[in-house]
């Protein structure tokens, strides 16, 4: 079972040796063929059928890697909603990050509406569209955004891009691998409203908890954006200057990873 696991292992890796998608189809197809391959010749070389087996669960692992990728792809908002206001309906999911002129987090949509005229929320027409997205609150903002609450929300959305410059940081990959499919800012409007809390992100809802205090009693220490870093995953305090140390002194990973570390401590 270890071998085969793996070779299912194996599989989803190789989905990474693509630069697109699109060049991906021709070797789904392919991984198809191996399979239905695979499990005729199990019947006629028995002989063989460890190596047939081996063979499938590579196909497998990337077949399933690929359906994956495609599937999210699909569900990824559509270019035609770019520069058009929708009424979202959702949760707030993680913790958000707060800036002085700002707020920005990740919203788990419900129900997505297109209005047919421009601030009007009673004539809509239902959009098919559901997943995270990534949004930005700029001005009028509720000083206490809570992690589970749900909002009604007038948004400016758009597909999840970035630019890909040569040496800088993918912010589009970076979007895929969160599996956020699209990325926005909220407008001002009558309609943008608290619907109260759901119940539901406790484990986050404890965080932003240790977040706000780690925020309170270190108000004025310039670490507390490290520590808040190593306890709750939350990196927005660290300033420009202590990521450059970090990089400098090759330990950026420990604030990576350091909520598994945690974790397996506890």
């Not at 990521?243 to 945690?262: D, M, N, P, Y």
């Amino acid at each position: 079972m270890r071998t085969f696991s793996l070779c299912f292992f194996s599989g989803t890796l190789l989905t990474h040796c693509f630069i697109d998608l699109l060049a991906m189809d021709l070797w789904i197809k392919c991984a198809v063929i191996v399979l239905i391959v695979c499990g005729l010749s199990g019947f006629y070389f028995k002989s063989h059928r460890r190596w047939l087996a081996a063979l499938a669960f590579i196909a497998s692992g990337f077949l399933y890697a690929g359906f994956h990728a495609h599937s999210h792809t699909h569900q990824q908002l559509p270019e035609k909603l770019a520069g058009y206001d929708l009424i979202l309906t959702g949760v707030v999911s993680g913790l958000p990050e707060a800036a002085s002129e700002s707020r920005r987090f990740v919203f788990e949509i419900e129900k997505a509406e297109l209005p047919t005229h421009a601030g009007n929320a009673e004539n809509t027409e239902s959009v098919d569209l559901s997943g995270k997205i990534r949004l930005s609150w700029y001005r009028h903002f509720p000083q206490q955004l809570n992690a589970g609450e749900r909002w009604q929300l007038v948004v400016r959305a758009k597909p999840p891009n970035g630019f890909m410059n040569p040496g800088g940081f993918d912010y589009e990959k970076w979007l895929f691998s969160q599996r956020i499919i699209g990325t926005g800012y909220i407008r001002r409007s009558e309609l943008n409203q608290s619907l109260g809390s759901t119940g539901s992100g406790k484990v986050d809802h404890i965080r932003q908890q240790v977040q706000r205090a780690i925020q309170y009693h270190l108000e004025e220490r310039p670490e507390k954006g490290i520590i808040a870093a190593l306890a709750v995953a939350d990196r927005s305090d660290i300033t420009a200057e202590q990521w450059e140390v970090l990089r400098r002194t090759g330990t950026s990973h420990l604030v990576a990873i350091s909520g598994l570390h945690i974790a397996l401590v506890a």
